[in-house]
């Protein structure tokens, strides 16, 4: 089929890759021209296992261009993969997807399906499809259809291709039957519905996991307390069937683009009816707090971090990624700075993300941070060490380094990456979540 993608980022440029492996001819269009012009040459903008290798298998069924008329004009299924960022307020901004609506309706000269793929609030596809017939230049008919998306950074190819469900919300025949011609090679599980309640899985599902990251978070938090440990305790509760081992991990929380800007939606929009969801509401203010959790465990050994020096071992909110998005360096390392800290970072591949977020803020400090591509030079002479990503650089580093090299061997663990039996014997002080 023939099949145009608004918007390249991982939303966008995943789903038109995964379509173009499954057969399909797609093209992408993206109104950053820099962008357009890395994937022409084959180049991903993103960083995503897997997703440059299949993009340059499919190089003759993907085309990318910044021109939306050519994009949509003859497409028998435009997918909207655009960005909803959240306003101050909490809610979704629509702006892109709304904008995009519209030069579908200025650009299409035949039937055709639209399908959201950005997460939207419940409702919105009622109004796209609405902004899109009333504005349409031709006699032709349009039908609007939610699909929301169920990947994960890191592994997004992966989650896209083998599936564990896929969603449709559809209000006709018509836009079902086009839509299972889209998927009718990817060998997963369907789920055909209305509208509504498709744009309500989406927010469900992620919201849902966010609460049981906060969850084990408050459990790990206690057990610190009590001298349990959560590792133990997430164990035992993994082997039920009605809870499952998933998103059982305790640490300094959940980050990324999805759970941070999804929960506080849902809790918008739930106000907006007059009503509260206290379990969201929770989940929230639950992972706000954790972000700091390692500053508050550094307070036992110092008072301030003036004049310190301060090893920061990974800056993005999860491995497998470059995504900085919400990650705890970037509630916790202006902190650091504010009190005076001299910054050593490393990450795999996050610090060029973290130097161009940071070229845009306030901060002071700025030039107390220096950057190493690896660890041993990180904690060299290092006050104290802060991991906040789990890469398996990380994980798989020789802990008796961090004696060795550190000046004061003073290792706070946020995503729990050692063993307490690594830490036994040695010559470190390493404090971790949930673990005594």
């Known amino acids: 089929m023939k099949i145009a993608v608004a918007g390249t980022g991982y939303v966008g440029l995943v789903t038109a890759v995964c379509n173009a492996e499954m057969g399909h001819d797609v093209i992408c269009t993206d109104i950053d021209k820099n962008k357009v012009d890395m994937l022409k040459r084959g180049i991903s903008p993103i960083f995503e296992q897997d997703l440059q290798e299949l993009m340059q298998k499919n190089s003759k069924r993907l085309t990318y261009t910044i021109d939306y008329k050519l994009a949509y004009k003859d497409a028998e299924v435009i997918f909207i993969g655009v960005g909803t960022p959240e306003k101050k307020d909490g809610s979704a901004n629509l702006t892109y997807v709304y904008n995009v609506a519209k030069q579908i309706a200025e650009s299409i000269e035949n039937n055709c399906i639209v399908v959201i793929k950005s997460t939207v609030p419940i409702g919105t596809n009622d109004k796209v499809e609405k902004l899109i017939q009333d504005n349409v230049k031709h006699d032709i008919a349009v039908h609007v259809v939610s699909n929301p998306e ?33 998927y009718k090679d990817y060998d997963v599980p369907i789920l055909v519905m209305d509208r509504k309640s498709a744009e309500m899985v989406k927010y469900a599902s992620n919201d849902y996991l966010a609460l049981k990251i906060s969850y084990i978070n408050e459990i790990a938090n206690l057990c610190e307390l009590v001298g349990a440990n959560v590792e133990n305790v997430a164990l035992g509760m993994g082997y039920d069937s009605r809870i499952g081992n998933k998103f059982l991990n305790s640490g300094i929380g959940y980050g990324g683009s999805c759970f941070p800007k999804d929960t506080k939606a849902l809790h918008w929009l739930a106000n907006m009816n007059d009503y509260e969801i206290k379990t969201i509401k929770a989940a929230i203010e639950v992972n706000e707090q954790q972000k700091l959790k390692l500053i508050k465990k550094a307070k036992k050994y110092y008072d301030n971090f003036e004049g310190l020096t301060v090893a920061i071992l990974g800056l993005t909110f999860k491995p497998g990624t470059d995504d900085l998005r919400e990650a705890p360096s970037l509630v916790n390392i202006p902190i650091l700075l504010e009190d005076g800290a001299i910054i050593k970072a490393f990450d795999p591949v996050g610090v060029d993300n973290f130097k161009e977020s940071m070229k845009n803020s306030d901060i ?3 030039d107390r941070i220096s950057y190493y591509d690896n660890i041993d030079e990180t904690v060299k002479d290092a006050d104290i060490c802060f991991i906040f990503t789990e890469w398996n650089e990380i994980k798989n580093y020789d ?16 995503r729990n990456c050692f063993k307490l039996s690594q830490m036994e014997n040695a010559n470190i002080e390493y404090s971790s979540i949930g673990r005594n």
């Open 399 to 414: 802990v008796e380094k961090f004696g060795d090299l550190m000046k004061k061997a003073i290792v706070l663990d946020g």
């Open 364 to 366: 002071a400090g700025l």
């Open 150 to 182: 169920f990947l994960a950074q890191g592994t997004a190819i992966k989650d896209t291709l083998y599936a564990s469900r896929i969603v449709i919300g559809i209000e006709c025949e018509y836009a079902e039957k086009v839509m299972r011609e889209v």
